[in-house]
């Protein structure tokens, strides 16, 4: 009997987020260490209670290519890292300047603009240091992933150059182009880092990383697909950050471009092909899967 067959799906995300927010809070200095302000700001967006969907995708990949791949979730949780910088860069004024992030106030509007640039800088800076201590990989390994990371953070198909085609895009005439371009860098780019990051940690094969490569393109899409529909049809409540605001500043996001009910159909194709880009790992996959569908099928 598989792990996916022995417990559900959540009890599998609860149990990976508990893990990562273990590893976290060992490696994200504690709020009464100086200077106190730095790590109060950091530690209030990182444990505002996020879903953990890239580290755990790092790790599910990982378990697909080793059985036990062990300090795993050290690596994954450098993702997280860098996944709750740019949530705190991204909601400052000068750039999508949202009030609500995770159903509390955003960042800046609780310790200041300057701190809360300060507090993505750090986790930024972190999420490498960690990296540089996993003790558990060779050299060579640590190079690969250390690139990977930098490169879907960046600015040449990753997630700052997505960011920057995204402030461009605005009020512009939303085109299938423009819009590939702001999300397979914004979002996807990342996505797909954590499962290559995960495979590279548990020593894949390349014909490995190229399916998990294919997944994370898939499911990375799915994800922005989805979450341009759900601003549209879920409240801020239900969300956790403010609905309806990508309308508001004309973004070019999927519903745009497509309406919503070719929207619903897209997603569900890239689950489907996220599906089939597993093949070669048969049931070890099994978790990445359910993954995929519950990103698709996800309210929030």
Do not use: C
Not at 88 to 105: C, S, T, Y
Not at 139 to 160: F, H, P
């Amino acid at each position: 009997m598989t792990e996916a067959q022995q417990i559900t799906l959540n009890e599998f995300l609860a149990e990976q987020a508990r893990t990562v927010d273990r590893v976290l809070e060992e490696w994200v200095p504690d709020e009464s260490v100086e200077p106190v302000s730095i790590h109060r700001a950091m530690r209030y967006s990182l444990f505002a209670g996020g879903k953990r969907i890239r580290p755990i995708l790092a790790i599910a990949a990982a378990r697909a290519v080793s059985d036990s791949p062990a300090g795993v979730e050290h690596v994954a949780a450098t993702l997280e890292l860098i996944h709750t910088y740019s949530l705190i860069h991204d909601d400052l004024p000068a750039l999508d300047n949202d009030d609500l992030r995770r159903g509390r106030p955003t960042n800046h509007k609780v310790f200041g603009e300057a701190m809360a640039i300060l507090a993505g800088d750090a986790l930024l800076t972190l999420a490498f240091e960690v990296l540089a201590r996993l003790n558990r990989v060779s050299a060579e390994s640590k190079i690969r992933m250390v690139e990977e990371l930098s490169r879907a953070s960046g600015t040449v198909g990753g997630m700052i150059g997505g960011q920057v085609h995204d402030i461009e895009g605005e009020r512009k005439p939303p085109t299938p182009h423009l819009l590939e371009s702001i999300h397979r860098a914004k979002t996807g780019a990342l996505l797909r880092a954590s499962v290559r990051i995960g495979a590279i940690y548990a020593g894949a094969s390349e014909d490995e990383i190229a399916a998990l490569s294919e997944y994370g393109e898939h499911v990375g899409l799915a994800f922005q697909i989805v979450d341009d529909v759900l601003d549209v049809e879920q409240s801020s409540e239900s969300l956790g950050k403010t609905a309806g605001k990508d309308e508001a500043q004309q973004k070019i996001t999927f519903p745009a471009v497509y309406g919503l009910e070719q929207s619903h159909k897209m997603a569900e194709t890239e689950r489907l092909r996220a599906h089939a880009a597993l093949r070669i790992f048969d049931d070890r996959a099994d978790r990445l899967r359910q993954i995929a569908d519950f990103i698709v099928h996800r309210k929030t």
